[in-house]
């Protein structure tokens, strides 16, 4: 499904990063593994996760190479997306795990849990399709387009919705999903589409979390999320773009995009008035639920 495709995976030394570098490699992908090794709070740096994934993929027969670095840094992405194309001529895809948790409640959390996770999972995807944009964008107009289309596969999170505790990851998935879309607008007439995926599986990030209780290895594990990067990354994904797909053990889904559900209209001149609005309101909310205190998990 992926022969003569180059991918690159950032946050691939591990959990779903790792099983999908390994899918896209089994598929026949070419694969640049990213991870800077961190622990799951950002702490510490180890070249020995993304040099795992490569080990792993090699010993099954495939291609890959380790590329050590932080995502965040726009100097490190640029210089990522140099290096894969000197070593195997193009980029096809990209996708970003790369992630870590500092949970906390609104009223605890402080500037640094809020910063540093804004900063990798929000900004690492700005990162790194900032530069993939740049280099695609330069390469179509120098090869007066592309045989085929690229893919940048964003990874968001069911939390954006919401989650008790995670305020900064909420936010950060969240953002996410809008850049996606702007991305998916920005980029398709350089014939490259922007998609995302919410993927839920256990992994190190999410075992402790209440909502995964009782869950297992074997109906919940990373493995189980793998086809829908395997399938956004490939031809048969041509057309396909500024979509979220959601993907949780043996269940996949198409996630809707924000719209306005109902809207009603006033005759009053200078628009409406709280009073008014207090007045139409359950002509406005009529059948739908309007405390809303729903959970990512």
Known sequence: MLDDTVCIVCGGGGGIGEETAAALADEGAAVVVNDLGVDVSGEGADEQPAEETVDRIEDSGGEAMAHFGDV???EYTEQLIEDTVDEYGAVHAVVNFAGILRDGMLFKMDEAQWDSVID???KGHFSLLRNAAAHWRQRHKAE???????????VSSGVSVGNIGQANYSAAKAGILGLMRTGALELDQYDVRVNAMWPTALTRMTEDLPGMAGMDEEDMGP???TGVPVFLASEAAE??????LAVAGD??????DPERERSLSTDAADGWSGDELADRWEELTEGYETRRLNSGY
Do not use: A
Not at 239 to 244: A, Q
Not at 251 to 256: F, M, N, Q, R
């Open 72 to 74: 965040t840094d726009l």
């Open 223 to 225: 493995q189980h999320t």
């Open 144 to 154: 007066d387009g592309f045989d085929r289309e690229r893919s940048f596969i964003c």
């Open 239 to 244: 057309g396909i773009t500024g979509c979220t």
């Open 251 to 256: 269940s996949v889904s198409v996630v809707s």
């Open 120 to 122: 990798v999972h929000l």
